[in-house]
C-alpha cells in the first residue's frame, strides 16, 4: 500500500508535466524524427515521458523494486521501531543509491526548465523585443533567479530549523555530520540534480560556442563545491555557504533581468550597486566561516582519517577545503573587480567623445559671436563712411551748415 500511494503521489507530479506540453505550438516545418532539430524541439516531451516509465513502474509488483529505486530518497538509518519511537526524527547516510534518485530529478529538473522557459520566460522576452545576445542572457538570468529564490527559501528554513545560523559552533560541533534530516539530504540532492542538468540544456537551448565556456565552468563549479561538502561530511557548513552565495547571485541575476526590461537603465544602477555590496559582503562572510570551521572548530573535533565512519578530519583535508574557499572567493572578487574595470575602459572613450563634442560646441560659439562682432564694426562703419558721403554731396555752405550743427551737438553732450 505504501508503494502504492507513494506511486500515485509520483503520478500525480509527473503527470502536469507531461500535460503542460500539449499546449506546445509546433513549427510549419516538422523536422525528421530522431534528427537534432526534432530532439531539440521535442526534449521536454521526450524527458517527461522517460520520467513517466519510473512513476508507472511503481503500479506493478515487478517492477516497483527497480522504479523505488529511482524515486525514493536511500540510506534511511532510522531502521527500528524503538530507535523511531525515541527520536520520530528520520536521519539518513549517503551512498551509491543516490544515483537513482539524482537521475531522476535531473530528468525533472530538465522538463521544469523547458515549462518556465516556454510558459514564462518566453511570454516576457516577445514583448520586450531583445536582441539575441540580451536574449540568451535574459532566458539564463530568469532560470537561475528562479532556482536561486527556491533554494534559498529551502535552504533557510533547512538552516533554521537545525540551529545553525544562530548556533555558530554546530557548523563543527559533533563532527563527522554523517546523519542528515531527510530535507537537508534531499535538498543536496536536487542540487546535484540541477546543476547537471545544466550541461544538456547547453545543446537543448542552442548556446554558442563562446558562451559554453562561462556557463560549463560556472555550473562545474557549483556541482563540485557541493559534492566535495556533500562527501566530506561538511554538510552543515556547505548549506550555509551555498545560501549565503544563492543571495548574492539571486541579486545579480535579479538586476540584469531589470536592467533588460529598464530602457532608461536608471532603476537597474540602484539594483546593482545594491547586487555589488551584496556580493562583497557574502564574500567576507563566507571566508569568515570557513576560517572558523576549518582552521579553529574542527581542530577541536576527533581527528584522523576513517571513511568507514565518514570522518575526513585531517590537517590536510582541512587546509585543502580552507584554500579551496578562499581562492574561490578571491577568483569571484577579482571577476568583479576586472568586470567594472572593463566596463570603465568601455565608457572612456564615449565620455572623451562628449566631452569632445562639447568643448568643439563652446568653440563654435565663441566663433559666431566673434563673427557676429565684426560683423556689427562693419555695418556701424559703412553707416558712418555713408552719412560723411551725404555731407560731402552737400554745397558747400550746407557742409559748413552741417558741420556746425554736429559740432554743437557734441558740446552739448559734454556738457551734461
Known sequence: MAVSGLARSALLEVAPFKMGMKGRKSSSKNPPILSHEFVIQNHADIVSCVAMVFVIGLMFQVSSPIAYMFIAVHHNVSSGPEEVARDPSVYYTYGWKDLGPVFFYF?????????????????????????KAKHSKFNESGQYLIFFIISILWGGDIIFRENLFLNIPSLWEDYPHVLMPFMLKFFFMIQFSYWAHCFPELYFQKVKREEMASRIRYALLHFTFILAAYLLNFNRVGICLLVYHYVSEALFHAARLIYFADKTESGSKGVFMVANAVFIIVRLVSIVFSVLTFWYGLRLAPQGLDIAAGNFNTEFIRIIALCAVCILQAWLMWNLITLHLRRLREQAPKNSSSAGSAANNARKQRQERRKEAQNKKKKDAESKRGAYDDVNDLPEVDQNTKKNLRARATAAQKAK
Open 107 to 131: 530528468l525533472i529538473c530538465i522538463v521544469m526548465h523547458a515549462i518556465i522557459q516556454e510558459y514564462v520566460l518566453d511570454k516576457i522576452s516577445r514583448k520586450m523585443h531583445l536582441s
